[in-house]
């Protein structure tokens, strides 16, 4: 049998030949992205934060991409189920995780998941927030934080206050709060924001730490008083509601929940840039900074690299008051 050789600059130009035809398929499939409808994957059920600014802004990016997004909602684990579905997606970048702080709360507390935060998901920005508010039911006679905290110093044992849930940011806000103003008050954890709020307007339990989306349409029954905000700053939509901050022993008091795009840590880093680049655009554009003003969220415009800092902050942050507090998830 006879053997054909062949000299080695010939296999190196075939090599290159082929690399290059390799690369510029991979910048035309890229380029071309994204090539079939996009799945914005929302971690939470339908009508929560994530779900509302994912049906918001499907619309938007479709023009801007010239391609469907669609809202899907996988819910279930505190938002590992969505989490661990977009790490497993092909990475095209047309699989894309609506998350928020949830997330790196269940990091910290060590709850179990089948994927590593900060090594599995890549930040594309985060576009909004929904602080955290400290209210009352108007059946307590008290008008500001200060009233509030004299109460509580006064009927030591009596206050009680809900949150969204075990381990949530609400949680957080409560517990340390409490510990900062030196009163005793008994966490009542609800499985969601929804039933929070449902038995602090029924004045069941008289103190609520809810998102502030949730307790400002509430305001109208004349059943709850919006006391503060827990965040450095004022919010835009309730100017004459103060910060938690701007209090002697509170300056640092900072609770709010971010709503941030993720894609699969594989996704090819140009699919990546053109994601980061839109997505920054649209949340800096007025229209997206009035929408979201209009249903009680405050803009933002965190990109990819400040929002993998801000989940390695809380991270810590979490842990240490989980440890402090002793706050555990089962």
Known sequence: MSTVRV??????????????????????????YPEHPVTLVSAFPPGGSTDVIGRMLAPKLGELFQ???????????????ASEYVVRSAPTGEVILIGNNTMTVNAALGVKQNFDLQKDLTPIAAIAETPVALAVNTKLPVNTVQELIAYGKAHPGTLSFSSCGTGTAQHFAGVEFAHRAGIDMVHVPYKGCAPALSDGLGG???????????LSPQLKSGKIRLLAVATKNRVPFHPEVPALA?????????????????????????????????????????????????????????????????????????????????????
């Open 7 to 32: 000299h080695p600059t010939t296999l190196l130009r075939r090599w290159a030949a082929g690399l290059g035809l390799s690369i510029a398929l991979a910048g035309a499939s890229q380029a071309a």
């Open 204 to 214: 069941q339990v008289p103190v609520m730490f809810n998102a502030i989306s949730n």
């Open 246 to 330: 701007e209090l002697p022993g509170f300056q640092d008091y900072d609770f709010a929940v971010w709503l941030g795009f993720f894609v699969s840590a594989k996704t090819p880093q140009p699919i990546v840039d053109k994601l980061r680049k839109e997505f920054l655009a649209l949340a800096r554009s007025k229209e997206t900074q009035d929408a979201l003003s209009a249903r009680l969220f405050v803009p933002l415009a965190m990109d990819g690299p400040q929002l993998q800092q801000q989940i390695a902050t809380e991270l810590v942050k979490w842990k240490k008051l989980a440890d402090e507090y002793r706050i555990t998830v089962d």
């Open 67 to 81: 391609q469907t997004f669609i809202v899907e909602n996988r819910a279930g684990a505190s938002g590992n189920i």
